[in-house]
C-alpha cells in the first residue's frame, strides 16, 4: 500500500511541478492582468472588493490598450521573426555539427560533446558581453579587419539586429546541437549508404532520407531555441541598438520603467497565451504524425 | 561464359596500421553465384565494400563488365549492395522502399508497375502497403532483395545475407536465393563467415583469411580437395594427421599405423586429411586389422544426427571423428560407448596438404 502510494505520487511529480511552478505564476499573472492600474504598493487594485458589500473588480482594458497599440504588437513580432531566424541560422549551424559528432569515433564523438558543453560554464552574462568586446569599434575584430586593410575605418558591428542574432545563435546553439545530437546518434549510417547504393547522390540523399528521419530531433532541438528566444531580454539589451524593440525588452520597461504591472501582466499573458497554443496543437498533431509515420 | 565479367585486380587495403586486404585477385564469370568465406577479420566484408564503392582500395581496379569502375561513386555504379542488417527505410512503406531507387528516372505508372512486378517475383505483393516495423526478418529480406533487384544491377552484392534470419527459414531462403538467381542470370557476389551456407550457394566460393584468398574453386572441390590446413579445418570436420616417409609407405606416429598412398610425395613429411564420412566403422568380431590404412580404437564419444552418427575414437594419441550414415533402423549400426572398432579407408580418400 505504501509502494503504491510512492508510485502515485512519483509519476504525478511532473504535474506538481508543473502546478507549482507554471500554472500558479500564470493565473497570479493572469489575476493581475484583470485589475484595475492605481498609483500605490502594489500598483493595482484588488480584485475582490469587500468595502460595500461583495465586489469584483476587474477590467479588461488593459488587454484592448496594449492589443490596440502597435508598439506591443510590433515588438512581440519582431521578437518571432528573431526566434524564426536564429533557430534557423540554429539549425544550419547545428545540424551538420551535430551530424558529425554523431558520425564520429567515440573518442573525438566525447572531446566534440564536451566543447559543445562547456561554455555552460562560464557565466551567460559575461559570454555575452565578450561579444561586446570583440564587436566594439575598437574590439578585435575591427582591429583585425583594419590591419588587414579590409576596411579603412572600423565598422559598426555592434548594437544592430545583426549583433542580436549572432549573439542568440551562439547563445543558443549547444541547445539545438544537444538534442539533435541524441537523435542522430541512433542514426544507422547503413540507411546513407543504402540511399547511394541505390541512384541518390550525397544532396538527394540527405533531402530523401537523413531530413526525414531526423525530424524529430530538428522539431526538439527548434522548439528549444525558439521558445526562449521569443522572451530573450539579455542580448537584445546587451548587443542590440535601438533599430528594433524586442518582447522581452517592452515587457521589463512596462514592468520596472513605467510600473504598470496590470499592462505588463496582460502582455506577458497575451504572449504565453499566442506562443503556447500553437505549439501545443503542433505538438498534437506532430505526434500523431510521428505515431502514424513510426519514426 | 565471359571469365572477366567482374575483374579484382591486385585490391590491397589498410585502416591505418591494419592491413586489411593484400594484393587480392579474382575473376569472376557473368551470371556466376560467387562466395566470400572467412572468419571475421578475414577482410570479406572490405572486399564486398570495396566492390559497392563504399571503401576506397589503396591499390588495385575493379573492372565490371569492361568498365573500370574503382573510382566511380557508389550511386554511379551499376550494381546493388543487400545489407546484412537490410537497412531498409523505417520512414517509407514497403511500396517506397521498393520503389526507392526508380522514382528519379520513371514515370508514375512505371513505376507502378515495376514494383508490382518485383513484389510479385519475390512474393510480397499483400505487404506493399505495410510499415518495415510490421514485417518480419524473412518478408525484410526479400523487400530489401527486392529494393536491389528492381534496379536490374549487373552485379548484386549480398553481404551475410541469411544471416539475421532463423534457421528454418534460412534453408528455404537459400533454395530460393539461389533459384532466383539462376532465373535472373544477374552475377551475385556475396559474404558469409557460415561454411554450410558458402557451400549450398555458391557456384565458386573463395577461402579468405587475414586479408589474403587462401582458395577459390567450386564447393566440391574445396571440400574434398583442400590445399591448405586451414581450408581443411575450416570446411567441414577433418581429421588432420601428420604422417612421414618409412620404407615404402608412410608412418604416422600419432595413430602408430601405417598408410597407403597413391601417389608420391614431395616431402618426406606431410599434413594429410581423412574426412570423417571417408571412414568405415565396423565392429572387431568381423575383421582383423590390416597392415595399412587400417586401424582398431575405442569409441570415446558418440553423438546421433539423425541421418548420421558421429563417433570420436581414441587410438593411441588421437582421436578421430568418423560420420557413419544410418543406413536402417535397426540398432546394429550403432556402437556404444566404449566398444572396439575397426577403421579403415581407401587410399583415394587420403588427401595430401600443401601447408
Known sequence: ?295 | MDNNFLVIENISKSFGDNKVLENINLNISKSEFFGLLGSSGSGKTTLLRILGGFEKPDTGRVILDGTDITNLEPFDRPLNYMFQSYALFPHLNVFNNLAFGIKENFTRKEIEITVRNIAELLSIEHLLNRRIKQLSGGEQQRVALGRCLIKKPKLLLLDEPLAALDKKLRSKTQLELTTLQKKLKITFVFVTHDQEEAMSLSDRMAIMKNGLILECSSPEEIYENPKSLYTANFIGIANIIEIYKKDENFYSDDLGINFKLNKELKNTKTNILLRPEKIKIQSINNLKTSSFNSFSGEILEKSYLGSFTRYEIKIKNMIISVLDQNFNSSSNYNFPKGEKVICSWESESIKVLED
Not at chain 1, 507549482?20 to 497570479?28: T, V, W
Not at chain 1, 469584483?56 to 488587454?63: A, D, G, K, L, V
Not at chain 1, 526538439?220 to 521558445?227: P, R, Y
Open chain 1, 1 to 295: 500500500m505504501k509502494n503504491k502510494l510512492f508510485e502515485k505520487y512519483f509519476v504525478f511529480s511532473p504535474y506538481f511541478w508543473l502546478i507549482l511552478f507554471f500554472f500558479i505564476p500564470l493565473a497570479i499573472i493572469f489575476k493581475i492582468s484583470i485589475s484595475v492600474s492605481e498609483w500605490g504598493m502594489p500598483p493595482y487594485q484588488d480584485i475582490f472588493l469587500f468595502d460595500n458589500g461583495f465586489k469584483i473588480n476587474t477590467t479588461f482594458e488593459n488587454y484592448v490598450y496594449i492589443f490596440s497599440d502597435y508598439y506591443y504588437i510590433g515588438s512581440f513580432v519582431n521578437s518571432l521573426i528573431l526566434a524564426l531566424i536564429s533557430t534557423f541560422f540554429c539549425l544550419l549551424i547545428g545540424f551538420p555539427l551535430a551530424f558529425y559528432i554523431a558520425t564520429s569515433n567515440i573518442r573525438l564523438r566525447n572531446i566534440l560533446l564536451v566543447l559543445v558543453v562547456i561554455p555552460f560554464w562560464s557565466s551567460f552574462l559575461l559570454r555575452v558581453y565578450a561579444w561586446k568586446i570583440i564587436l566594439q569599434n575598437n574590439g578585435i575584430l575591427n582591429i583585425i579587419l583594419l590591419n588587414l586593410g579590409i576596411t579603412s575605418e572600423p565598422l559598426q558591428l555592434l548594437y544592430n539586429q545583426y549583433a542580436v542574432i549572432m549573439g542568440i545563435v551562439y547563445t543558443y546553439l549547444p541547445l539545438m546541437i544537444l538534442p539533435l545530437y541524441g537523435y542522430l546518434n541512433k542514426f544507422d549510417l547503413n540507411l546513407i549508404e543504402a540511399s547511394k547504393d541505390l541512384g541518390l547522390n550525397r544532396i538527394k540523399t540527405f533531402f530523401k532520407v537523413i531530413l526525414p528521419l531526423s525530424v524529430p530531433g530538428i522539431v526538439a532541438g527548434s522548439l528549444l531555441v525558439f521558445i526562449p528566444v521569443v522572451g530573450e531580454f539579455i542580448i537584445p539589451e546587451m548587443l542590440g541598438g535601438s533599430d528594433r524593440l524586442y518582447y522581452g525588452k517592452i515587457l521589463w520597461e512596462e514592468f520596472f520603467v513605467n510600473r504598470n504591472w496590470p499592462g505588463a501582466s496582460a502582455l506577458a499573458f497575451s504572449g504565453i497565451i499566442i506562443l503556447v497554443l500553437p505549439i501545443v496543437i503542433f505538438q498534437i498533431l506532430y505526434s500523431r504524425w510521428s505515431q502514424k509515420n513510426e519514426i
